[in-house]
């Protein structure tokens, strides 16, 4: 059974990635809706990451597919899609100001991870940031995760009471419950992962991208013909 859930990841990545085409494509026929963008990039971080963990089911342990593995998903796993839902909640200038300051730190944790040297006592042919020689890069992480915590699952939380308290706002609350849970469970998985059982990852983050898109479906169906469906300030 083992076995069978480190391919899930693959299942997972073909996810990601469509749900990213879904969300480009509305950014292109809207282009003012800089939300639409970073969600779309935050998806595409997704699969990128679950991608590289397929890439080790199929060809084993590498130190540029861990690296990889670890940038995308410990530092831009989570931020992008929060990104998104903090232009949402924010005027665009301090958004604007967020977003580069989130980006930097996470570009500079990016190319400290790739020049760390890896410890190879501690190389079990598993998904670890363990195996990392310079252990402090890891405290990179927990930042941008926070942030995602915040405005990803925080923020539609936050939506869904309000909507919940609102006349005719459709299922727009289940739709944001659904996104909080879907952004809740990887970070769920991330810290069994630093426990040593990644299987729950690879679970949670199938689960994870699949309630995000399910409950973008249902905002979207429960919006108005001329109204986007997460184009409103209090929406996710």
Same mark, same amino acid.
């Given at each position: 059974?083992?076995?069978?859930?480190?391919?899930?990841?693959?299942?997972?990545?073909?996810?990601?990635?469509?749900?990213?085409?879904?969300?480009?494509?509305?950014?292109?026929?809207?282009?003012?809706?800089?939300?639409?963008?970073?969600?779309?990039?935050?998806?595409?971080?997704?699969?990128?990451?679950?991608?590289?963990?397929?890439?080790?089911?199929?060809?084993?342990?590498?130190?540029? %597919?861990?690296?990889?593995?670890?940038?995308?998903? =410990? &530092?831009? !796993?989570?931020? @992008?899609?929060?990104? $998104? /839902?903090?232009?949402?909640?924010?005027?665009?200038?301090?958004?604007?100001?967020?977003?580069?300051?989130?980006?930097?730190?996470?570009?500079?944790?990016?190319?400290?991870?790739?020049?760390?040297?890896?410890?190879?006592?501690?190389?079990?042919?598993?998904?670890?940031?363990?195996?990392?020689?310079?252990?402090?890069?890891?405290?990179?992480?927990?930042?941008?995760?926070?942030?995602?915590?915040?405005?990803?699952?925080?923020?539609?939380?936050?939506?869904?009471?309000?909507?919940?308290?609102?006349?005719?706002?459709? %299922?727009?609350?289940?739709?944001?419950?659904?996104? =909080? &849970?879907? !952004?809740?469970? @990887?970070?769920?998985? $991330? /810290?069994?992962?630093?426990?040593?059982?990644?299987?729950?990852?690879?679970?949670?983050?199938?689960?994870?991208?699949?309630?995000?898109?399910?409950?973008?479906?249902?905002?979207?169906?429960?919006?108005?013909?001329?109204?986007?469906?997460?184009?409103?300030?209090?929406?996710?």
């Amino acid at each position: 059974m083992l076995q069978v859930i480190h391919y899930l990841p693959i299942v997972t990545t073909i996810i990601a990635f469509s749900f990213t085409g879904v969300l480009l494509r509305h950014w292109m026929r809207k282009r003012s809706a800089t939300y639409l963008l970073w969600w779309g990039i935050g998806t595409l971080m997704f699969g990128i990451g679950t991608s590289t963990e397929a890439i080790h089911a199929l060809f084993g342990w590498n130190e540029a %597919n861990l690296k990889a593995w670890y940038i995308s998903g =410990a &530092l831009f !796993g989570a931020f @992008p899609l929060a990104q $998104g /839902t903090v232009y949402l909640l924010f005027k665009k200038k301090t958004a604007d100001v967020m977003a580069g300051m989130i980006t930097i730190y996470c570009l500079i944790a990016s190319i400290l991870i790739a020049a760390s040297p890896i410890n190879s006592s501690m190389v079990t042919g598993e998904l670890t940031g363990k195996v990392l020689g310079w252990s402090w890069v890891r405290a990179f992480s927990p930042l941008p995760n926070m942030y995602g915590l915040i405005f990803l699952v925080g923020g539609a939380a936050w939506s869904a009471i309000q909507y919940a308290r609102k006349q005719g706002s459709g %299922n727009r609350a289940l739709g944001n419950w659904l996104i =909080a &849970l879907g !952004g809740l469970l @990887p970070g769920i998985g $991330g /810290t069994f992962t630093r426990l040593g059982f990644v299987e729950i990852l690879f679970i949670t983050e199938f689960f994870g991208i699949s309630l995000i898109w399910a409950g973008y479906r249902v905002i979207l169906s429960a919006s108005q013909p001329s109204i986007h469906p997460i184009q409103q300030q209090t929406q996710i």
